[in-house]
């Protein structure tokens, strides 16, 4: 069974602080994916990663950073939470091929105080 | 103009009726095409995609692709109430660097008992 696993399910943290959110995946893809989803405005990509080490910006990537040091591993940083920040975040995850599908994990529902 | 378009919803129907639900996109070039089921609460899970005109049927869910007309829509016969969530519409665009899907806003289903 293919998986994508995000490292937590809830989290609540504090303005200012340093948040890691962590993603990994089982199934050798090369690309990965974190995304935001909203009421209303649906699923946004903040960043993605095509291989390891390398990263693209997305639509939103500010306020973000990523880290992809293993191809299974592709971890989000919120380098100093803000309150608009607290959101549910989806990482996905996807093989070559234009017919392939994306897997996404479990999400992470941050909330900052 | 965003570049995949679903109406929000939320669309109601009574059990055992047809859903239709449908997608507009705006690159000329995509190439294959995905309809995804999200539970409130839950991660995205894929149902079916496509990339040839015309109809491609699994089980009650038909997806039709029209090209030429650039929309794909998502049949849903004899609805169930646990078909009730939201459909997100996903396009593998023609210029597509780091293999990405680009998601529409989805369309909220209700199948009412």
């Known amino acids: 069974d293919v998986k994508v696993t995000q490292s937590s399910r809830y989290l609540v943290k504090r303005t200012g602080e340093k948040v890691f959110l962590e993603c990994v995946q089982d199934m050798d893809h090369e690309n990965m994916f974190w995304y935001r989803q909203d009421p209303g405005l649906g699923l946004r990509l903040i960043y993605f990663?095509?291989?390891?080490?390398?990263?693209e910006k997305g639509d939103i990537p500010e306020g973000y950073s990523v880290s992809r040091e293993k191809k299974e591993r592709f971890s989000l940083i919120l380098e100093s939470a803000s309150t608009n920040q607290t959101s549910m975040y989806l990482c996905?995850?996807?093989?070559?091929?234009?017919?392939?599908?994306?897997?996404f994990g479990q999400g992470t529902r941050l909330t900052v105080v | 103009q965003k570049e995949v378009e679903q109406n929000s919803g939320p669309l109601s129907v009574p059990e055992g009726a047809i859903a239709s639900l449908n997608c507009t996109y705006s690159?000329?070039?995509?190439?294959?095409f995905f309809w995804y089921r999200q539970y409130s609460g839950k991660s995205p899970e894929l149902i079916m995609f496509i990339y040839s005109n015309g109809d491609k049927e699994d089980g009650r869910f038909t997806a039709q692709l029209n090209k030429a007309s650039q929309y794909v829509s998502l049949l849903i016969r004899d609805s169930q109430p646990s078909d009730s969530a939201t459909y997100l519409c996903a396009v593998n665009p023609y210029n597509n660097a780091g293999n990405m899907l680009t998601f529409g806003g989805g369309t909220r289903l209700m199948v009412k008992p």
């Open positions: 996905a995850s996807r093989g070559l091929g234009r017919n392939t599908e994306a897997f």
């Open positions: 690159d000329r070039g995509s190439q294959s």
């Open positions: 990663s095509y291989d390891v080490k390398m990263k």
